[in-house]
């Protein structure tokens, strides 16, 4: 079946650091791959859409210089929070795409902490 | 843009107790609508999904016909259970040139007593 590992779970960082998180498919090639965040009061935020052999598709309010994101092959993404603050405390979840499916499988999340 | 509205905030029923959530859209044409499933500490687990008019979509007892006269796609339960207990989330896909963007409702937390 289709799964979707991410890592590290649980992150606790000092303001003004950075964290770095990473997305694995397994059993499937992960030609999309959709970066979310989620906080108590804003539920699901769609930070970013990654297509292999595409532009990276930003969403209003998040850009490349503070969420840059790879996505160098069909298993793998990863995303970096720079500078993280209070507001970018959250849930961030990955969710993966295969080219010929529908549905987007996502991973357990990692949970950013901003001390 | 197009979107989904459901059932938000708390929703408390005892087990055997029948489940309804609702969920409408908004969108053109014919979106893929899902049903996700949050249990604390994990990311969002697919329940199922619907692509056409009529289809249903079922798994673990919870099912939901897509209904494009009405543009619903409302969660039903017979019996739910304490294991149940989660949060529950209606999406719809927009296709985005070779991405897809899902877009999610906000949620309605279940909680059953035994």
């Known amino acids: 079946g289709a799964l979707v590992y991410q890592y590290p779970r649980r992150t606790i960082c000092k303001s003004g650091t950075s964290m770095r998180m990473e997305c694995q498919a397994v059993?499937?090639?992960?030609?999309?791959v959709a970066w979310y965040r989620q906080s108590p009061q804003k539920t699901f935020e769609l930070i970013a859409l990654?297509?292999?052999?595409?532009?990276?598709?930003?969403e209003q309010n998040f850009t490349q210089e503070k969420f840059p994101i790879s996505h160098p092959n069909l298993s793998f993404s990863s995303m970096t929070v720079l500078n993280a603050y209070l507001e970018d405390r959250g849930l961030y979840l990955c969710?993966?795409?295969?080219?010929?499916?529908?549905?987007?499988?996502f991973g357990e999340g990692s949970r950013l902490i901003v001390v | 843009g197009d979107s989904v509205t459901q059932t938000e905030g708390q929703v408390a029923l005892s087990e055997e107790d029948f489940l309804t959530i609702h969920c409408n859209y908004s969108?053109?044409?014919?979106?893929?609508l899902f049903w996700y499933v949050q249990y604390p500490g994990e990311g969002p687990q697919l329940l199922f999904r619907?692509?056409?008019?009529?289809e249903k979509g079922s798994s673990r007892g919870f099912e939901a016909t897509y209904d494009k006269g009405t543009t619903s796609f409302h969660l039903r339960k017979a019996s739910v259970q304490e294991s149940d207990s989660a949060v529950y989330y209606c999406?719809?896909?927009?296709?985005?040139?070779?991405?897809?963007?899902?877009?999610f409702g906000k949620g309605a937390k279940l909680t059953v007593s035994p």
């Open positions: 969710g993966a795409r295969a080219n010929s499916g529908n549905t987007l499988y």
């Open positions: 059993g499937f090639q992960a030609t999309s």
């Open positions: 990654s297509t292999v052999n595409s532009a990276i598709k930003y």
């Open positions: 969108a053109s044409g014919y979106p893929t």
């Open positions: 619907a692509s056409r008019d009529k």
């Open positions: 999406a719809l896909r927009q296709q985005q040139g070779t991405g897809s963007k899902l877009s």
